[in-house]
């Protein structure tokens, strides 16, 4: 079994950057892939991300392609959410997700097993 807890959330203005965290507790990180999700108020969760467990390949939502960008280190246990050039719509609680496989998993929720308690931020205009 795998805790997740995210972390680096906050409030930033348009255009500011900021890197959220995912701490991983165990000792197989390293075979787990990982996700971002998003929720907005009033809106379904949505994907961000993932990543293999050696980092070897990622996937993004398109729309955020460029903006942002996954990374993992698996000596210290956590996956990285680095956004850039952030707008008011990319305002919502994000959530980090770990499923076991070697592979690349897919946009759904349903595809992971573990789900973090998620960080809040907010971009203000």
């Known amino acids: 079994q795998v805790q997740l807890v995210e972390s680096g959330g906050g409030l930033v203005q348009a255009g500011g950057s900021l890197t959220l965290s995912c701490a991983a507790s165990g000792r197989t990180f390293s075979s787990y892939a990982m996700g971002w999700f998003r929720q907005a108020p009033g809106k379904e969760r949505e994907f961000v991300g993932s990543?293999?467990?050696?980092?070897?390949?990622?996937r993004y939502e398109d729309s955020l392609k460029g903006r942002f960008t996954l990374s993992r280190d698996n000596a210290k246990n956590t996956v990285y959410l680095r956004m850039n050039s952030l707008k008011p719509e990319d305002t919502a609680v994000y959530y980090c997700?770990?499923?076991?496989?070697?592979?690349?998993?897919?946009?759904?929720?349903?595809?992971?097993?573990?789900w973090g308690q998620g960080t809040q931020v907010t971009v203000s205009s």
């Open positions: 997700a770990a499923k076991w496989t070697t592979l690349l998993p897919g946009r759904r929720t349903g595809d992971y097993d573990y």
């Open positions: 990543i293999t467990p050696r980092a070897g390949g990622t």
